[in-house]
Every structure is written in C-alpha cells, then in structure tokens.
C-alpha cells in the first residue's frame, strides 16, 4: 500500500517538473523573441542587472503559478 502511494507521489512530481521546465523554457524562449536587443550581451557583458532581476522575477512568478496548481 504505502508503494502504491510512493508510485503516485514520484509520478506526480515527475509530471510537475517536466510542466515547470517546459513552461520555464518557454517563458525564456518568448522573453528573447520579444526583446528588440540580444538577452546574452545585455546580461554578460553590459552587466545589465535589472534586466537580470526582470527575468528572475518572471521565473518566480512562473514558480509560484506551478506551485499554486500542485496545491489546488
């Protein structure tokens, strides 16, 4: 009984990481389509920090949304 609900649970979390990569990599992909300038040279090289704060917070913000679907 108790590997049954192990099963369950590893499926579950297996699904939910695979949604929340997918949907970070999504995410990532449409950040740098719209963006009219080049994501890697602003951040690595004009150390452009708020733009880095700006795609951190999108993933937070992604985070949470995936989080608050596991919960219900």
Known sequence: MQLEALGHTLLNTTCFVLLGLMLFGMA?????????????????????TSLSIII?????????????AIHG
Do not use: H
């Open 56 to 68: 951190g917070s999108v993933f937070i913000g992604i985070a949470l949304i995936i989080a608050a």
């Open 28 to 48: 990532f992909f449409i950040i740098v389509k719209v963006t009219p300038f080049s994501i890697r040279k602003e951040i690595e090289d004009d150390q452009n």
